[in-house]
Nanobody, 122 residues
Framework: QVRLLESGGGLVQAGGSLRLSCAAS????????MAWYRQLPGLERGWVAN???????TYPESLKGRFTISADNDKSTLYLQMNSLQPEDSAVYYC????????????????WGQGTQVTVSS
């Protein structure tokens, strides 16, 4: 099992920056990828950024250039640097680790943190 704990959320003015962290513990071997999602009020959880074990990153086109995902080499901590924040970025941000489990090819299991609130004031 993998346990995830986000931190770094808070209140920031429009144009400001925040850096979110996600501390991972437990069985973080066999992690295949890590990601950030966010959930805006009344909407489904949406993908924000992804990083694989090779360090390759991907983002939705709408967030490229403002958000940067990174992780420690041992995958114990995942980060999300958010710049030029706007009120529409206000959401609960979640980290997700995906781990291959089981024998042989096994299956991919997702683990989620409890979320951290980001509020951007205009």
């Amino acid at each position: 099992q993998v346990r995830l704990l986000e931190s770094g959320g808070g209140l920031v003015q429009a144009g400001g920056s925040l850096r979110l962290s996600c501390a991972a513990s437990g069985r973080i071997n066999s992690i295949t990828s890590m990601a950030w999602y966010r959930q805006l009020p009344g909407l489904e959880r949406g993908w924000v950024a992804n990083i694989d074990t090779g360090g390759d990153t991907t983002y939705p086109e709408s967030l490229k250039g403002r958000f940067t995902i990174s992780a420690d080499n041992d995958k114990s901590t995942l980060y999300l640097q958010m710049n030029s924040l706007q009120p529409e970025d206000s959401a609960v941000y979640y980290c997700k680790y995906t781990r291959r489990e089981g024998k042989g090819w096994g299956h991919l299991q997702d683990y989620w943190g409890q979320g951290t609130q980001v509020t951007v004031s205009s």
